[in-house]
């Protein structure tokens, strides 16, 4: 479990981090700084969808993004870019909380 929610939650950081580089910015420390704060938030995000579809049990590709979507609004809050952050923080909970489940299948358990 420990290795599958670290790969996700690097997987999902790096994929969000990266569809930042084109964007502008004021300055490069405003840059730096919103990178690091995306890359951190979706770290997190898919580290933690894998042991929350345990806890709660259910379908991942259910569980995941709407666990994903919760976790997402107050960031789409404060930038005001609902569309993009919802967006991808539901479409990083359901590749995260389908992979989980495959996962599962393979190994018989949950």
Avoid: H
Wanted: glycine residues 12%; contains cysteine.
């Amino acid at each position: 479990m420990r290795r599958f929610a670290l790969t996700a939650g690097l997987a999902c950081a790096v994929l969000d981090t990266a569809l930042m580089l084109p964007l502008t910015f004021p300055t490069n420390g405003d840059k730096r700084v919103a990178m690091t704060a995306a890359f951190l938030e979706r770290f997190v995000l898919g580290l933690s969808i894998g042991p929350v579809i345990r806890v709660l049990g259910g379908p991942g590709v259910l569980t995941g993004p709407a666990f994903a979507l919760a976790s997402s609004i107050p960031t789409a809050m404060i930038t005001r870019s609902w569309t993009p952050v919802l967006g991808l923080g539901v479409l990083n909970g359901l590749a995260v909380g389908a992979a989980y489940d495959q996962r599962d299948s393979r190994r018989g358990t949950r």
